[in-house]
C-alpha cells in the first residue's frame, strides 16, 4: 500500500514465526526498504529474517536511528538496485511466507522479465529459498516453451539455473535449459556457448 509517500506493507499479528526466522530476528519495529525510485516499504523484521543482507544489517545496527523521543525508529535500508515494483513483490511474498509458512511458488509469475527480476532481487538481498523457487520456476518455463528460441530469458538466469546444483532439477528441465543456452549460442552469443560448455564438462 501507499500511504504518506511510502508503500506499506503489513503481516499478520497473530501468525506464529517462520521456523526458519531466529526468534530475536522477529523482534522490534518494521525495517524501511527505500526502492531506487524512493518509495519506502515496510517490512516486518519477521520477515525480514529471511534475507541475509537484511538481517545483518539488522544485526549491525548499521542504520539505526533515534526519533526526536528517544524512541527506536527502525531501521532504514537504501536499495538502490531494486524497483520499486519488484521490491512490492519481495515484501508481498516475504510477509506471505510468515503467514503461511511456506513461499508461494504459485505467485511468483510465469512473465519472463517479472519473474527473472524478481530473481535478481532475491539473490541481492539473499533470501536463498526464493532464489532457489525462481530459478525452478525459469527452468519450468523454458520446459513449456515450445522453441527454444521463443525462451526469453538472459544467458546469466539461464546459467544460474543449470549451476544451483542444489535445485536438483528433472532431467528434462536440465535438457530444455541446456538447450536454450545452445539456441543463443548459434546465434552468437558467445556468454551462452560458454555456459553450455562449462555445464557439459561438469557433467561429464
Known sequence: W???????ASSSS???????VPPAAAAGPPVRLRAADGLVFELSREAAGHSSLLSDVIAHGDHDEE?????????EVPLPTLRSDVLARVV???ERRCREG??????????DGSLEALLWAADYLG???LLGLCLAKVAALVVDAKNPSEVRFSVRALRRALAQRGLRLPPAHLEATLCALSRKA????????EAALRHLSNAA
Open 2 to 8: 501507499l500511504k504518506g509517500g511510502s508503500a506499506m
Open 14 to 20: 497473530s501468525a506464529p514465526p517462520a521456523p526458519s
Open 67 to 75: 526519533d526526536g523521543e528517544g524512541e527506536q525508529s527502525g531501521t
Open 92 to 94: 508481498e511474498l516475504s
Open 102 to 111: 511456506r513461499w508461494a511458488y504459485s505467485r511468483l509469475g510465469t512473465e
Open 127 to 129: 533470501i536463498e529459498r
Open 186 to 193: 548459434e546465434v552468437g552469443d558467445e556468454d551462452a556457448l
